[in-house]
């Protein structure tokens, strides 16, 4: 008795599919392609069995791949399964949320199955989208930054505006105040708004390439080289 396992298709099946059963005519080709397309579709149907199947035997059925062939039968079952999809006019969303309906539900406890993820075009751009905004969303101290700086530009322009001016173009009192807001109001806004963007700057840009430089010095300068 053989120990060669059991495969989806026969040896037949699968000569029949490589000529395009071209090697039979008539009733036997249409029985044999029925016979191969209900083979198919019962495979197919097996992977039911499959989800809750033991990670422990998961891993050991495909010991003897190494990972070039184990890839390439990985894409060849992506290509088919995505041709079944087109052909059967089945949207990829609706198949990976009943591909999570299905994890959620199974009662096999390996890890594997809480690893899973299943996500939707729109459930990923939703949560770039939103992981987008609350990383550059402004916080406190930004928004009293930008603030600042607005604030103190537009008191100090009337005072910068003076400055090609020749001296006795515009009268003393006049001259004195915008000097004075200038000084005294504009000066500080700007100050403070700058003071913090740098404050934020060695803290997000600085101290964080410090780090990266200490743990890996040749990695660091080849990223800011890339980036120069």
């Not at 035997?57 to 894409?75: G, N």
């Not at 006795?168 to 403070?192: E, H, I, S, Y």
Request: glycine letters at 4%.
């Amino acid at each position: 008795m053989s120990d060669k396992p059991a495969a989806l298709l026969t040896k037949t099946q699968r000569d029949r599919i490589d000529d395009n059963f071209q090697s039979v005519e008539g009733a036997k080709r249409r029985r044999d392609q029925q016979r191969t397309r209900r083979r198919v579709a019962a495979g197919i149907d097996d992977f039911a069995y499959l989800v809750e199947y033991p990670d422990q035997q998961l891993e050991a059925a495909f010991d003897s791949h190494d990972d070039e062939r184990l890839v390439r039968a990985l894409a060849d079952m992506r290509v088919v399964s995505e041709r079944v999809r087109l052909l059967h006019d089945v949207k990829r969303g609706e198949i990976l949320r009943q591909a999570r309906t299905r994890m959620q539900a199974a009662e096999c406890s390996d890890h594997t199955i809480s690893e899973l993820e299943f996500q939707t075009h729109d459930e990923i751009r939703d949560a770039v989208t939103a992981e987008l905004e609350a990383k550059y969303e402004p916080d406190d101290w930004k928004r009293r930054s930008e603030l600042a700086l607005k604030a103190g530009s537009l008191l100090a322009l009337p005072g910068v505006s003076l400055i090609p001016l020749p001296y006795g173009a515009v009268p003393l009192a006049v001259d004195g105040a915008l000097v004075f807001v200038a000084l005294f109001f504009a000066g500080p806004l700007l100050a403070f708004g700058l003071g913090v963007l740098l404050l934020r700057s060695v803290r997000d840009d600085i101290l964080p390439a410090l780090r990266a430089f200490t743990t890996d010095p040749i990695g660091t300068i080849r990223r800011m080289w890339n980036r120069l």
